[in-house]
């Protein structure tokens, strides 16, 4: 797993690597995959396999070719019958590096399907299917605003001085970047943002498309920041800076009290893989 996670970090870097990793993805259910019906393995039954979150590989090969009549739009092909979402609508994304990202983690599934290692397929089926209406994604986000983690700061003392060295240069260009000034409080109660503020914040996030309010909906819930995920998705942070700033508490407390085995080096992987998932997904996004 931490291999994975490493070439997918990478591919923030460069959009030559696409790639699967481990991640905390919606199961999707098989039926609605593709036009194939799932093949029982010959050694487990298929409720065996759902119930672990896999299910076998009923396919030999992966493709992506032009969606008909879709102008620049792309699908991804298995056994050249053309990959649908768990809503059963088609899967057709905007660009042809995602699709190739897409394609590769149908194609690196070994003898048995894992969802969960597909963050790509999940975001553009998310996009695509909209299983919360817009503006409820829209309402959630900005309902966290005032509790956001960068605004949100601990009394005076050694984390509070951490947390001003990594956040204040992200609010100062949050603030050059919307025209307003993010509050930032160590109250109990948060950091309450005035009503520009969150005109600026909801303006912003009803102007993006389908595919990048996924993205950004991801981010904001992997990072507890919307700050920090407008600052991804804007390139102002690249995914290593996203990661040590959204556990930046954590990491405090492990360097105080020590890295507990099999919790926190797994709560570290987890967030690696959400937050590198959405921005990887993004940076596909911007080519064509």
């Known amino acids: 797993m931490a291999l994975m996670i490493q070439k997918l970090v990478r591919a923030q870097q460069s959009q030559q690597q696409l790639l699967t990793l481990q991640g905390s993805c919606q199961l999707f259910g098989l ?8 093949v029982k393995s010959k050694n487990q039954g298929l409720g065996n396999s759902r119930a672990e979150g896999t299910a076998p590989r009923f396919y030999k090969y992966v493709g ?11 699908q991804i092909t298995l056994n050249d019958r053309a990959l649908k979402t768990p809503a059963r609508q088609p899967l057709i994304v905007p660009s042809y590096p995602l699709a190739l990202g897409i394609a590769a983690e149908w194609e690196w599934q070994d003898n048995r399907i894992r969802p969960f290692t597909m963050p790509l ?9 909209q299983p919360k209406p ?4 829209t309402d959630t986000m900005l309902q966290y605003l005032d509790t956001d983690a960068i605004c949100c700061r601990e009394e005076p003392g050694k984390l509070a001085n951490q947390q001003a060295k990594v956040y204040n240069p992200v609010l100062v260009w949050a603030n050059q970047q919307f025209d307003v000034k993010f509050a930032v ?12 503020t969150h005109q600026a914040v909801r303006q912003f996030l009803q102007g993006l498309d389908d595919w990048h309010l996924a993205a950004m909906e991801s981010l904001a819930s992997s990072c507890r920041s919307v700050v920090l995920a407008l600052a991804v998705m804007h390139g102002q942070l690249d995914v290593q800076a996203a990661i ?7 990491t ?8 507990v085995e099999g ?3 797994i709560d570290i992987a987890d967030m690696q893989v959400r937050i590198a998932g959405p921005a990887v997904f993004l940076r596909l996004l911007k080519h064509a």
């Open 134 to 137: 817009r503006q409820k994604v």
């Open 31 to 38: 039926r609605h995959l593709s036009d194939a019906p799932p």
């Open 244 to 250: 040590t700033a959204a556990r930046l508490e954590e």
């Open 121 to 129: 397929m999940s975001l553009a089926a998310t996009a695509i299917d």
């Open 263 to 265: 919790g926190h080096d």
């Open 64 to 74: 992506v070719e032009p969606a008909p009549g879709q102008g620049n739009g792309w």
């Open 185 to 196: 409080s160590n109250s109990i109660f948060g950091a309450h943002q005035n009503a520009d």
């Open 252 to 259: 405090y407390q492990m360097d105080e009290w020590g890295l």
